[in-house]
């Protein structure tokens, strides 16, 4: 077991925590909303999407945040899973985007799939 993110307490007040699946879906959560540079002891840490948000959708940006995300996960979880597929689109409302992972953990062998939202206001 693995403590969930973002750290919260569970029904019985102990810190939360996720099995390993949850955990690798956690991990990549972190890694897409960190920008490289953000975090003092790991500079190169995080995917750098949230800088993309703003651009004009158009196939381009949508093949840069692929290439972003699909850098940033093998770099920091390729040892954990195998990344099957990334795709991203424009998301509802200005500025958004969707984001849809598949991935397969390598211990284990089970597939899963992450998507996330990113920008596009509260």
Wanted: aromatic fraction near 8%.
């Amino acid at each position: 077991m693995q403590i969930d993110f973002p750290y919260h307490f569970d029904g019985r007040e102990r810190t939360a925590t996720v099995d390993e699946p949850g955990h690798i879906r956690d991990l990549i959560e972190q890694i897409l909303f960190t920008a490289p540079g953000e975090r003092v002891n790991r500079p190169e840490f995080g995917a750098g999407i949230l800088q993309l948000v703003f651009a004009p959708a158009s196939p381009e940006a949508a093949a840069t945040a692929e290439f972003m995300i699909r850098g940033a996960l093998q770099q920091h979880l390729g040892q954990r899973i195998a990344i099957e597929e990334v795709t991203t689109e424009a998301g509802p409302g200005e500025g958004a985007m969707r984001i849809a992972i598949g991935y397969r953990i390598l211990r284990g062998g089970a597939l899963a799939t992450a998507e996330f939202t990113v920008g596009g206001g509260p």
